[in-house]
């Protein structure tokens, strides 16, 4: 069971990205469409022919393959309903933000092979929003290492030394800042627009159709998924099971929905009640929440929890 | 030393992010490498003078394993970056482009070399800036507070430094290997000969392999290891590191693995689902306008805008727009916009310097009339206070 704790991800993300769909929609007082939808796009999208651009060379197709594939082997390293993680001998918490980050590079240079001015755009912002988040990302994830004493997610996931305190808490605030940049969520980015000058991850994917369309949408939400469920690990490791038996896994896997479907629940709420910030005030917005990782940081040095 | 490592790391690279000429790009991205190694022997040296020497063999190790790899990929740019100008006879990539196509091997290297630069897996980067990060974490072992707060610090920078290096070389590649042709010398290139690619190949082959067997070479780095710190630091073999048990460790082989695995399970998946789908070429969309020229594609200096109006504090940048006018304000005859950055260090190091070895050589000048007359009397001069002197 352990081994397959990544195959929830690969699974369950659109099912995810549904649910988020749906109560966005509630809350907009929208009926919205069915939480299954992103699962009958994706077999639209796998069945459909394609339509490439004759400008793109190979990295234009092989960066689909190459991004769902280190999205899915980051999601190997992360516990998922159990902290007996198998494959967390392939690396840390560091290693999984890098092997992310492969994903963004190769789209970022997806976007400009098309030689558009649109895919050029979204390269362009997306790596700068990736400059801002970075390191406000890596500061709150350490000092969860650093009360935990390791940078191995399972051991931080066990370890709960520092739950509920103040530097715990201003260093999720950071990372929920993160996953929002990381996602491509509004204030951030519009995930639903298509308007050439508000977009920044949906205009480096303005080439693609069919089955790379859709590989890129399933990784994207899986990142999504995976993203909510380091979250989780880290700072709400509350009821992930320590061994493997069967009630243990299913009493932990009930929990787990729920930590999602509050994610869900809490990007949603975002969504709707905020407007997208200007591009140029984002500086603004990611800098706050790294002046949060660094008091987290302080705090923690300073209080000792 | 830390902190003159972290600073210069990050200035490095946002120097190279404006700078359009290929291989002062590369120059500047060594000033970023070599702030990436003095971070990885400034926690070394912390460690060292709290005795802690375990640990500074590691913040040790990253150090000089990122000598090692910095050696292999910025040979393999500047391999490549040297084919580059010997096809397209520039150095300027805003006149460069979609080069991938008539350089196949040549791109195909210089993308290795950037991935490894940018430190992504399973590349060498990778492999020195996760040990760098793990001694700057580790730095919170030191008994001082100073330290305590510095080497996290020092951590974000280094992340900020990844993210602008990632930046940097999707810019570098992304503009001189993609899209279309920006002019008609870019379109009629061709690939270098055999001889230089092979070059390539073996520095980008060296790339992946000490990416993925960090272990041997933290072996053969550990007797200038133990000379330096007194310890050997950690236990690894082969593809696999650790810092300690209950630490960290990192295996790039099983992260190569692993993503074979599920590349062949993605495959056969799409292969299952979905096998029947024609592939048909068109334009790359142009909202509905016909003939996308390659003028109309983003500029590297477009690409960095964004860097550029965040980061203006330490940019300076100057931008100058001149518009002409047939009838004003409706019918614009020309428009001329420059843009440009300054320096700082330009400005308020290197030139109050030179304006002082100006000054210098410029009283000097007066010794130096021309007049034979005047050398022999300096002469006499000279030998007479020898003479008194000497004896």
């Given at each position: 069971m352990e081994y397959l704790q990544f195959v929830i991800i690969i699974v369950f993300s659109p099912l995810l990205q549904g649910v988020i769909k749906k109560l966005k929609a509630n809350m907009q007082g929208r009926v919205g469409p069915g939480v299954f939808q992103p699962y009958y796009d994706l077999f639209r999208l796998f069945k459909k022919d394609m339509v490439l651009s004759h400008?793109?060379?190979w990295i234009f197709k092989a960066t689909p393959y190459i991004v769902f594939t280190s999205t899915a082997a980051a999601a190997m390293i992360v516990p998922v309903i159990t902290t007996i993680s198998p494959f967390g001998i392939m690396g840390d918490v560091i290693a999984l933000i890098y092997i992310i980050a492969v994903g963004r590079f190769f789209m970022a240079l997806a976007g400009l092979d098309a030689g558009t001015a649109f895919g050029g755009e979204g390269s362009s912002r997306e790596m700068t929003v990736a400059i801002l988040v970075e390191p406000m990302m890596m500061l709150s994830i350490f000092t969860a290492a650093i009360s935990a004493g390791s940078t191995n997610i399972a051991r931080i996931a066990s370890?709960?030394?520092?739950?509920?305190s103040p530097s715990h808490i201003l260093a999720l605030s950071a990372f929920i800042v993160a996953i929002i940049a990381e996602t491509g969520r509004i204030p951030v980015d519009n995930p639903d627009t298509h308007l050439e000058l508000t977009m920044i991850h949906e205009g480096m994917l303005l080439e693609y159709s069919g089955k790379y369309l859709a590989l890129m949408e399933w990784a994207h939400y899986m990142k999504q998924m995976l993203l909510f469920t380091l979250a989780v690990d880290i700072f709400f490791p509350i009821g992930i099971s320590s061994d493997t038996g069967f009630s243990a896994i299913v009493l932990s896997s009930g929990i787990y929905c729920l930590k999602m479907f509050f994610m869900a629940g809490l990007m949603a709420l975002i969504e709707s009640s905020r407007a997208k910030m200007r591009f140029f005030q984002l500086p603004s917005l990611l800098g706050g929440a790294f002046v949060l990782a660094l008091l987290s940081l302080l705090t923690y040095i300073m209080m000792g929890k | 030393m830390l902190v003159i490592g972290a600073v210069s790391s990050i200035l490095g690279v946002l120097y190279a992010l404006m700078e359009h000429d290929i291989k002062r790009l590369l120059a500047y991205h060594s000033v970023e490498n070599i702030g990436i190694i003095l971070l990885g022997i400034g926690a070394s040296m912390i460690f060292k003078s709290h005795g802690l020497n375990s640990l500074a063999a590691i913040a040790i190790i990253a150090g000089l394993y990122h000598t090692i790899n910095h050696a292999l990929f910025k040979g393999l740019l500047f391999l490549g970056a040297g084919s580059v100008m010997h096809a397209t006879h520039t150095k300027n990539m805003e006149n460069m482009g979609g080069l991938i196509k008539s350089m196949p091997y040549t791109g195909l290297f210089f993308l290795i070399g950037s991935i490894s630069i940018c430190s992504l897996p399973p590349f060498n980067g990778f492999v020195s800036e996760w040990l760098t990060f793990q001694s700057l974490i580790l730095g919170f072992q030191s008994p001082t507070i100073t330290s305590k707060i510095i080497s996290p610090l020092g951590g974000a920078a280094l992340a900020l430094t990844g993210a602008l290096a990632a930046a940097c070389f999707v810019k570098a590649f992304g503009i001189s290997f993609?899209?279309?042709?920006?002019n008609s010398h870019a379109e009629n290139v061709r690939e270098s000969s055999p001889s230089m690619t092979a070059g390539m190949g073996i520095l980008a082959l060296l790339c992946l392999v000490f990416g993925v067997f960090p272990g041997s070479v933290i072996t053969l780095l550990s007797p200038a290891v133990f000379n330096l710190t007194g310890s050997y630091g950690r236990v690894a073999g082969g593809g696999f590191i650790q810092i300690n048990e209950t630490i960290s460790s990192l295996s790039p082989v099983a992260i190569l693995v692993m993503m074979l695995i599920v590349f062949i399970a993605m495959v056969a998946f799409i292969f299952i689902i979905g096998n029947k789908r024609k592939i048909t070429y068109a334009d790359s969309w142009d909202c509905g306008m016909p003939s996308l020229t390659p003028r109309m594609q983003y500029t590297a200096t477009a690409f960095t805008k964004p860097i550029r109006l965040i980061f203006k504090r330490i940019y300076l940048p100057k931008r100058d727009l001149s518009v002409s006018y047939i009838l004003k304000p409706f019918f614009v005859k020309t428009i001329r916009y420059s843009a440009d950055i300054t320096p700082f260090f330009e400005k308020y190091l290197y030139m109050p310097a030179v304006e002082i070895v100006h000054r210098i050589a410029n009283r000097v000048k007066l010794l130096q009339s021309g007049s034979l007359q005047l050398y022999l009397g300096y002469i006499l001069i000279t030998l007479i206070v020898l003479l008194v002197f000497g004896t």
């Amino acid at each position: 069971m352990e081994y397959l704790q990544f195959v929830i991800i690969i699974v369950f993300s659109p099912l995810l990205q549904g649910v988020i769909k749906k109560l966005k929609a509630n809350m907009q007082g929208r009926v919205g469409p069915g939480v299954f939808q992103p699962y009958y796009d994706l077999f639209r999208l796998f069945k459909k022919d394609m339509v490439l651009s004759h400008v793109t060379s190979w990295i234009f197709k092989a960066t689909p393959y190459i991004v769902f594939t280190s999205t899915a082997a980051a999601a190997m390293i992360v516990p998922v309903i159990t902290t007996i993680s198998p494959f967390g001998i392939m690396g840390d918490v560091i290693a999984l933000i890098y092997i992310i980050a492969v994903g963004r590079f190769f789209m970022a240079l997806a976007g400009l092979d098309a030689g558009t001015a649109f895919g050029g755009e979204g390269s362009s912002r997306e790596m700068t929003v990736a400059i801002l988040v970075e390191p406000m990302m890596m500061l709150s994830i350490f000092t969860a290492a650093i009360s935990a004493g390791s940078t191995n997610i399972a051991r931080i996931a066990s370890s709960q030394n520092i739950l509920y305190s103040p530097s715990h808490i201003l260093a999720l605030s950071a990372f929920i800042v993160a996953i929002i940049a990381e996602t491509g969520r509004i204030p951030v980015d519009n995930p639903d627009t298509h308007l050439e000058l508000t977009m920044i991850h949906e205009g480096m994917l303005l080439e693609y159709s069919g089955k790379y369309l859709a590989l890129m949408e399933w990784a994207h939400y899986m990142k999504q998924m995976l993203l909510f469920t380091l979250a989780v690990d880290i700072f709400f490791p509350i009821g992930i099971s320590s061994d493997t038996g069967f009630s243990a896994i299913v009493l932990s896997s009930g929990i787990y929905c729920l930590k999602m479907f509050f994610m869900a629940g809490l990007m949603a709420l975002i969504e709707s009640s905020r407007a997208k910030m200007r591009f140029f005030q984002l500086p603004s917005l990611l800098g706050g929440a790294f002046v949060l990782a660094l008091l987290s940081l302080l705090t923690y040095i300073m209080m000792g929890k | 030393m830390l902190v003159i490592g972290a600073v210069s790391s990050i200035l490095g690279v946002l120097y190279a992010l404006m700078e359009h000429d290929i291989k002062r790009l590369l120059a500047y991205h060594s000033v970023e490498n070599i702030g990436i190694i003095l971070l990885g022997i400034g926690a070394s040296m912390i460690f060292k003078s709290h005795g802690l020497n375990s640990l500074a063999a590691i913040a040790i190790i990253a150090g000089l394993y990122h000598t090692i790899n910095h050696a292999l990929f910025k040979g393999l740019l500047f391999l490549g970056a040297g084919s580059v100008m010997h096809a397209t006879h520039t150095k300027n990539m805003e006149n460069m482009g979609g080069l991938i196509k008539s350089m196949p091997y040549t791109g195909l290297f210089f993308l290795i070399g950037s991935i490894s630069i940018c430190s992504l897996p399973p590349f060498n980067g990778f492999v020195s800036e996760w040990l760098t990060f793990q001694s700057l974490i580790l730095g919170f072992q030191s008994p001082t507070i100073t330290s305590k707060i510095i080497s996290p610090l020092g951590g974000a920078a280094l992340a900020l430094t990844g993210a602008l290096a990632a930046a940097c070389f999707v810019k570098a590649f992304g503009i001189s290997f993609l899209g279309m042709p920006r002019n008609s010398h870019a379109e009629n290139v061709r690939e270098s000969s055999p001889s230089m690619t092979a070059g390539m190949g073996i520095l980008a082959l060296l790339c992946l392999v000490f990416g993925v067997f960090p272990g041997s070479v933290i072996t053969l780095l550990s007797p200038a290891v133990f000379n330096l710190t007194g310890s050997y630091g950690r236990v690894a073999g082969g593809g696999f590191i650790q810092i300690n048990e209950t630490i960290s460790s990192l295996s790039p082989v099983a992260i190569l693995v692993m993503m074979l695995i599920v590349f062949i399970a993605m495959v056969a998946f799409i292969f299952i689902i979905g096998n029947k789908r024609k592939i048909t070429y068109a334009d790359s969309w142009d909202c509905g306008m016909p003939s996308l020229t390659p003028r109309m594609q983003y500029t590297a200096t477009a690409f960095t805008k964004p860097i550029r109006l965040i980061f203006k504090r330490i940019y300076l940048p100057k931008r100058d727009l001149s518009v002409s006018y047939i009838l004003k304000p409706f019918f614009v005859k020309t428009i001329r916009y420059s843009a440009d950055i300054t320096p700082f260090f330009e400005k308020y190091l290197y030139m109050p310097a030179v304006e002082i070895v100006h000054r210098i050589a410029n009283r000097v000048k007066l010794l130096q009339s021309g007049s034979l007359q005047l050398y022999l009397g300096y002469i006499l001069i000279t030998l007479i206070v020898l003479l008194v002197f000497g004896t």
